[in-house]
Structures are given as C-alpha cells and as structure tokens.
C-alpha cells in the first residue's frame, strides 16, 4: 500500500517562503513520477511541479509557468520524501496543495493536503 502524506502547509506573508514535504511510505520514491498539485478556492486542481523516476531518461522536472524561477521540486531518496521548496510567494499561490505519485496503469495515489495561506 502506498501513502503519502503532506506538511509544511502554513500562512505566511507574501515574499515569504515555505517548503512543503510529502512523506512517503510503501514504495520507493525513486522508482516512480511523483509531483505537487494545488487547488485554490473555487478553482479547478493544477499541476505545479512534476518530476519522473530517479532512473528514467526525461526532460527536467515539469514547472507551471506561474511559478517558474520560484519554486522547486526535489526528492530525497534516504528520507524517501519529495519536497516543494516555495520562494517569493503570492497570494495567488493559496491553495490547498496535494502530493500525487503517478503509477501509470495502477493508477494515481493522492495524500490529503496540506494548506498554503499566502497574504498580501
């Protein structure tokens, strides 16, 4: 069984910065894609940041255009958890933010969230 479970979620002011963790439990980071999603009030879920398997040929890590240059994405396979460093921040950037690891034809594995407030 696969879990994945998020932190770091807090309110802060805008500028500031945060870094969000998704523990994981059950499989190994390395093996799989895994990335951050959010979803802000009355808006539909997005990707923010995706990042493939530790031994798969890709092209860099995925970065939503809005958060290019401020946010990223990286795994520690010892800790076997995946982090969304969050630099410079916006009030656009409040969301609930969810960790998603894709296991192509298993299907995907969400945690529950955690929440990001960012104020003006």
């Known amino acids: 069984q696969l879990r994945l479970v998020e932190s770091g979620g807090a309110l802060v002011q805008a500028g500031r910065s945060l870094r969000l963790s998704c523990s994981v439990s059950?499989?190994?980071?390395?093996?799989?894609?895994i990335g951050w999603f959010r979803q802000a009030p009355g808006k539909e879920r997005e990707a923010v940041s995706c990042?493939?398997?530790?031994?798969?040929?890709?092209?860099?890590?995925y970065y939503k255009d809005s958060i290019k240059g401020r946010f990223t994405i990286s795994r520690d396979n010892a800790k076997n958890t995946v982090y969304l460093e969050m630099n410079s921040l916006k009030p656009e950037d409040t969301a609930v933010y969810y960790c998603?690891?894709?296991?192509?034809?298993?299907?995907?594995?969400w945690g529950k969230g955690t929440l990001v407030t960012v104020s003006s």
């Open positions: 059950g499989r190994s980071v390395e093996h799989y894609a």
């Open positions: 998603n690891a894709d296991l192509g034809v298993f299907g995907d594995y």
């Open positions: 990042i493939g398997a530790e031994a798969a040929t890709s092209d860099s890590p």
